[in-house]
């Protein structure tokens, strides 16, 4: 009764299963993934590139090397929070779907992002500035985790069983996209 068609639909069936699909529907599957890959690790780039500034509005300190220390330390806590966040929203993804571990990737990067884009400095806020910045990138670090093993995921399960490897490549080629521009 269980046959290769309907294990295909069912991931869960067997490991290393694929999701019956069109090349079509596999190709937006990769796009798809790679696009929110670029974007996730761009906004690192971002983050990384305007450490200077962030440092000067959010940690001020006595001197431009401690303010720019304390901006990079809070770059790194992003880093921390992935495997964190790689194993909630992987075992997520593994009991709700990729899908739904994918949404809530978007939206915890998306308010991460934005609440780095509004939050305003410490002349205005004080040291809440500087607390929304770390929260912030703990958010996004968190996102980040369960965005790599679970778009990586997706990616696989919609690739046609011999062309698995090269569709899951495009995970990592898409995190090389990320850091060409030159913001």
Known sequence: MNTHASRAHDTRARPGASIATTPTRARRAVMAA??????EWYDFVLYAYF???IAHHFFPAASETTSFLVATATFGVGFVARPLGAIVLGAYGDRAGR???????IVMMSIGTALIGVTPGTE??????SVL??????LQGFASGGEWGGATSFIVEHAPPNRRGLYGSWQQASLAVALLPDP
């Open 133 to 138: 910045i770390v929260v912030a990138r703990v």
């Open 34 to 39: 790679s696009l929110g890959n670029i974007l």
């Open 51 to 53: 450490s200077p500034q």
């Open 124 to 129: 205005a806020a004080g040291v809440a500035a």
């Open 99 to 105: 899908k739904a571990a994918l949404l809530w990737v």
